[in-house]
T-cell receptor, first 113, second 111 residues
Framework: DVKVTQSSRYLVKRTGEKVFLECVQDMDHENMFWYRQDPGLGLRLIYFSYDVKMKEKGDIPEGYSVSREKKERFSLILESASTNQTSMYLC????????????FGQGTRLTVV | GENVEQHPSTLSVQEGDSAVIKCTYSDSASNYFPWYKQELGKRPQLIIDIRSNVGEKKDQRIAVTLNKTAKHFSLHITETQPEDSAVYFCAADSGNTPLVFGKGTRLSVIA
């Protein structure tokens, strides 16, 4: 069964902390994505990666960075967490861009206090 | 870049009635149009998709139609059931950029 696994379901962090959200997929997918989900705003793309060590900015990259050192793992980093980054974060992966299903992780609900 | 508009944002129907959700997109190069369903507290999951060489696709009670000339596509759910209650997202993909999602439609099926 296809699996995209995010390291935490819930996180509470303090303002100014450096936060790491981890995502692992076991499908040998080339493409991985980080989305942010907020009520009324849908799924907004933060960063994506088409290959190991490659990264591209999405629509809302400010305040975030990513790391992809291995094909199966894509990490989202909040350099200095702020309260406006409180949100649901969803990782996804797909085999072929533009042609195949994207599989999502279960999400990490991050609260920054 | 691609822009996807989705309507309505909320939809309530009586059990057994049909539900229709509509999306428009801006990039004529888009050629893949998936629909995702997200139940409360769960991850989005693909329910149906359509490619640009097809005008309509059906899978049991759900169907999707695509009008490339008008750049719009729609999700149709017939004989709705309470378990159809969820948030539905449309998306468009040109193959050159990642999936762009609509803002979602919260469907409530009233028993």
């Amino acid at each position: 069964d296809v699996k995209v696994t995010q390291s935490s379901r819930y996180l509470v962090k303090r303002t100014g902390e450096k936060v790491f959200l981890e995502c692992v997929q076991d499908m040998d997918h080339e493409n991985m994505f980080w989305y942010r989900q907020d009520p009324g705003l849908g799924l907004r793309l933060i960063y994506f990666s088409y290959d190991v060590k490659m990264k591209e900015k999405g629509d809302i990259p400010e305040g975030y960075s990513v790391s992809r050192e291995k094909k199966e793992r894509f990490s989202l980093i909040l350099e200095s967490a702020s309260t406006n980054q409180t949100s649901m974060y969803l990782c996804a992966s797909s085999l072929i861009q533009g042609m195949t299903e994207a599989f999502f992780g279960q999400g990490t609900r991050l609260t920054v206090v | 870049g691609e822009n996807v508009e989705q309507h309505p944002s909320t939809l309530s129907v009586q059990e057994g009635d049909s539900a229709v959700i509509k999306c428009t997109y801006s990039d004529s190069a888009s050629n893949y149009f998936p629909w995702y369903k997200q139940e409360l507290g769960k991850r989005p999951q693909l329910i149906i998709d359509i490619r640009s060489n097809v005008g309509e696709k059906k899978d049991q009670r759900i169907a999707v139609t695509l009008n490339k000339t008008a750049k719009h596509f729609s999700l149709h759910i017939t004989e709705t059931q309470p378990e159809d209650s969820a948030v539905y997202f449309c998306a468009a993909d040109s193959g050159n950029t990642p999936l762009v999602f609509g803002k979602g439609t919260r469907l409530s099926v009233i028993a």
